[in-house]
């Protein structure tokens, strides 16, 4: 058996296409889908990821407005920032590039954002309306994830899916998705004191705590699919995941490469969650 390889730039390109003609729709219905972005201070990474959100919204019709400021910028003034975007009926979602300063907490600013705008689901308010089965946002990497597991038609129901890894931004609104899918979870983290008796046993395997090879060969059951939220960088420099993928390869009946797996997907997450805010606003 050799591992399907499941294919986020060609997914990713599938749903952006449908943003982009759903957003015609809006436009024509008098309504342009508007994505507030906020970078605080110079961190390169956060400059380029903040650069590739902006553009993929140009890409899909959607308006992007991009607020920079200096890293001395208050915590009083960047909440007094985010209460008039709440305000602005013509934003529809807003997004605050982390980190953030050491002066701010990034939980109040999370929490400064209206739950109406939350489009990273970050928010308490988001995780407890995915805990309890409400529509609210979901958080665009786990969101990505599961977008990814159903290219590959596998029906969840039933099956066991194992998530390694319990952050709030993936690990535990990962393993919620699974759940609401019918699939019957387990979380696997750094104090589990053996993974491999819990990973061979499942169907579907997410690797979500930014270590190499955190997944091996001898860990996967043949014909399970694995789907790889790692960004790490090989003895080579070489960007990898957190999976053995050349090892895992022939056990597995899909995988995901990195890159051009579940990084694509998170943007246009982002992307969906922005529309959907916006078609809230016509229903």
């Given at each position: 058996?050799?591992?399907q390889i499941i294919d986020g730039v060609a997914l990713s ?92 907490d990034p939980h109040a600013v999370i929490e400064a954002i ?84 819990h990973t061979l046993q499942a169907d579907v395997v997410v ?77």
């Amino acid at each position: 058996m050799t591992a399907q390889i499941i294919d986020g730039v060609a997914l990713s390109k599938q749903l952006r296409a449908d943003v982009a003609e759903r957003t015609l729709q809006l436009k024509s219905k008098g309504i342009m889908p508007g994505l507030a972005v906020i970078l605080v201070g110079e961190d390169p990474a956060s400059q380029v990821y903040v650069r590739n959100k902006i553009k993929a919204c140009e890409d899909c019709g959607i308006k992007s407005v991009f607020d920079k400021y200096d890293a001395t910028l208050s915590q009083a003034d960047l909440l007094a920032h985010i209460n008039a975007l709440n305000a602005d009926t013509s934003i529809h979602g807003i997004l605050v590039q982390m980190p953030l300063p050491k002066h701010i907490d990034p939980h109040a600013v999370i929490e400064a954002i209206s739950a109406s705008k939350d489009v990273d689901g970050y928010s308490t308010l988001s995780a407890g309306e995915l805990m309890t089965g409400k529509p609210g946002f979901n958080p665009c990497t786990p969101y990505g994830c599961m977008k990814l597991i159903e290219s590959t038609g596998i029906n969840l129901k039933g099956k066991h899916a194992v998530v390694i890894g319990r952050s709030n931004t993936v690990g535990k609104p990962m393993a919620m998705m699974l759940l609401a899918a019918n699939a019957t979870v387990t979380i696997c983290h750094s104090a589990t004191p053996d993974m491999k008796v819990h990973t061979l046993q499942a169907d579907v395997v997410v690797a979500a705590v930014g270590k190499r090879n955190v997944l091996t060969a001898d860990m996967v059951k043949p014909g399970a699919v694995v789907i790889d939220v790692g960004m790490n960088r090989d003895g080579n420099g070489k960007l990898c995941g957190d999976v053995d993928f050349e090892a895992i390869k022939p056990i597995a009946s899909h995988i995901t490469p990195v890159p051009g797996g579940v990084g694509p997907m998170t943007i246009t997450m982002l992307l969906v969650n922005t529309l959907i805010s916006a078609e809230r606003t016509v229903r």
